[in-house]
């Protein structure tokens, strides 16, 4: 039994130390990206908040200004989710246009790759290496090794017993198992799945879109109207002309689900199945659990570093 415990041992710290770098890179990115859009909100206001106007609302179609109103090229729009949220609208050359939905002021434009959110995730999902396999390769290698780091580490911890050389880290562990190890069940099928180079740009949840054709804000003209009295149970966050459906559009909901239609008559459309990504994806956030599955999956990645904090802090007290 000492023999088998010491054996345990040997490999929890040996997978430790091999992981380490890898491990605490994808636990810090992953912990920051959990907020990540209430932080751009903050760093960049200008952008991301809209003054409230009562009285002034209009619909999808009208939400464009007028310095803009001519352009033929987007390929994406996302309506505001509230009174105090601008709009964005995306074009063809990747610019993200954001408005004001009740006034159709222009609030200014950036890229899709600028933002704290933009960054964050480049940083965590290694588009920033420029070959996305060999990210994808250490993220699943790093991950099992996770998984394997936990599992060696309760296993110890139940052979010993009681009583723990390391209580703080075998605290930490013990209380973070259970949501990483949820989380990064997902990880293959998000490092697998579908291409990440379309992501919807607003932050209340990243949906992961195939490439999309370029429509008219003519375009958009009585969906919104359809959606409220037809899909009442849908709250638009994204609205873009499929590659599958180029003669028609799509409206993609907070939940996951998408209304596609094979023309510009909403009323001969059908849903689309959530996707198996989209799934993993609320798995690997948290988002499932609603706003407190994502304070408690920043709380488990962050209790990454931790655990090396805690055990390098006995090493020292020793």
């Given at each position: 039994?000492?023999?088998?415990?010491?054996t345990?041992?040997?490999?929890?710290?040996?997978?430790?130390?091999?992981?380490?770098v890898?491990?605490?890179w994808l636990?810090v990115?992953?912990a920051l990206?959990g907020?990540s859009a209430e932080?751009?909100?903050?760093?960049?206001p200008?952008?991301?908040?809209?003054?409230?106007?009562p009285?002034?609302?209009r619909?999808?179609?009208?939400?464009?200004?007028?310095e803009?109103i001519?352009?033929?090229?987007w390929i994406?729009?996302?309506p505001?989710a509230?009174?105090?949220?601008?709009?964005?609208?995306?074009s063809?050359?990747?610019i993200?246009?954001?408005?004001n939905?009740?006034?159709?002021e222009?609030r200014?434009?950036?890229?899709?790759?600028?933002?704290?959110q933009?960054w964050?995730l480049?940083?965590?999902t290694?588009?920033?290496l420029?070959?996305?396999?060999v990210?994808?390769v250490?993220?699943?290698?790093?991950?099992a090794?996770?998984?394997l780091?936990?599992?060696?580490?309760?296993l110890?911890?139940?052979?010993?017993?009681r009583?723990?050389?390391?209580?703080?880290?075998t605290?930490?562990g013990?209380?973070s198992a259970?949501?990483?190890?949820i989380?990064?069940?997902?990880?293959?099928v998000?490092?697998?799945?579908?291409?990440?180079?379309?992501?919807?740009?607003?932050?209340?949840?990243?949906?992961?879109?195939?490439e999309?054709?370029?429509?008219?804000?003519?375009?958009?003209?009585?969906?919104?109207?359809?959606?409220?009295?037809?899909?009442?149970d849908?709250r638009p966050v994204?609205v873009?002309?499929?590659v599958?459906?180029?003669s028609?559009?799509q409206?993609q909901?907070a939940d996951?689900?998408?209304?596609?239609?094979?023309?510009?008559n909403?009323?001969f459309?059908?849903?689309?199945?959530?996707?198996l990504?989209?799934q993993a994806?609320d798995w690997h956030?948290?988002?499932?659990?609603?706003q407190a599955?994502?304070?408690?999956?920043?709380?488990?990645a962050?209790?990454v570093?931790?655990?090396?904090?805690s055990?390098r802090?006995?090493?020292?007290i020793?």
């Amino acid at each position: 039994m000492f023999s088998h415990q010491r054996t345990l041992r040997f490999w929890h710290r040996a997978l430790a130390m091999a992981l380490m770098v890898p491990l605490i890179w994808l636990a810090v990115t992953g912990a920051l990206l959990g907020f990540s859009a209430e932080t751009d909100r903050i760093v960049t206001p200008e952008l991301l908040s809209a003054p409230h106007l009562p009285g002034h609302e209009r619909d999808w179609s009208n939400q464009l200004p007028t310095e803009l109103i001519h352009s033929d090229q987007w390929i994406g729009f996302a309506p505001a989710a509230t009174p105090f949220d601008p709009s964005i609208w995306q074009s063809a050359a990747n610019i993200l246009w954001y408005v004001n939905p009740q006034s159709a002021e222009l609030r200014g434009h950036r890229r899709t790759a600028e933002g704290v959110q933009a960054w964050l995730l480049r940083l965590h999902t290694g588009d920033f290496l420029g070959v996305q396999w060999v990210y994808r390769v250490l993220a699943l290698i790093a991950s099992a090794g996770l998984g394997l780091l936990i599992v060696s580490g309760l296993l110890a911890v139940r052979q010993s017993g009681r009583q723990t050389r390391l209580p703080l880290h075998t605290l930490i562990g013990a209380l973070s198992a259970a949501p990483l190890l949820i989380l990064l069940a997902a990880v293959a099928v998000l490092a697998w799945g579908a291409s990440r180079d379309e992501v919807q740009p607003r932050g209340a949840a990243w949906v992961v879109l195939s490439e999309t054709q370029r429509f008219t804000a003519a375009d958009l003209h009585g969906w919104l109207a359809y959606t409220q009295t037809h899909l009442p149970d849908c709250r638009p966050v994204w609205v873009n002309r499929p590659v599958q459906v180029p003669s028609g559009l799509q409206v993609q909901c907070a939940d996951g689900r998408a209304w596609v239609s094979p023309n510009l008559n909403p009323a001969f459309g059908a849903w689309v199945p959530i996707s198996l990504e989209r799934q993993a994806l609320d798995w690997h956030t948290g988002v499932f659990l609603g706003q407190a599955g994502r304070v408690l999956w920043v709380l488990a990645a962050l209790a990454v570093p931790l655990l090396w904090w805690s055990r390098r802090r006995n090493v020292e007290i020793k």
